[in-house]
């Protein structure tokens, strides 16, 4: 649980998390929730975008044996590339359509 804190912290300080209770967002999915979370901020700080890779990096060994690591489009390619690149994998991406 301390790192899921430290990354929560982290979102907060750069404004990555927003909050709208009384007029909920509403996703690609169309759903509504009161929190969004632009996790494309992070790619604009390094020091937070190195931490949050780390920290997938370490999440990552959990789950092996893995041969490639997949960036759900739009939002997760970066976040994906990054990783696979840490972990010097291959790297794909999946989209909802083709």
């Given at each position: 649980m301390?790192?899921?804190?430290?990354?929560?912290k982290r979102l907060l300080q750069i404004n990555a998390i927003?909050?709208?209770?009384?007029?909920p967002f509403t996703w690609a999915s169309g759903m509504k929730?009161?929190?969004?979370?632009?996790?494309?901020?992070?790619?604009?700080y390094p020091g937070?975008?190195?931490?949050?890779?780390?920290?997938f990096a370490q999440k990552?060994?959990?789950f092996k044996p893995f041969d490639t690591i997949a960036g759900v489009a739009t939002a997760g390619i970066a976040h994906g590339?990054?990783?696979a690149e840490q972990l010097a994998m291959p790297f794909i991406y999946v989209?909802?359509?083709?």
């Open positions: 301390e790192i899921a804190s430290e990354v929560a927003k909050l709208s209770p009384q007029n929730s009161p929190i969004y979370c632009d996790n494309r901020v992070v790619l604009s937070i975008r190195r931490f949050i890779i780390d920290s990552a060994e959990a590339a990054l990783l989209r909802s359509k083709p």
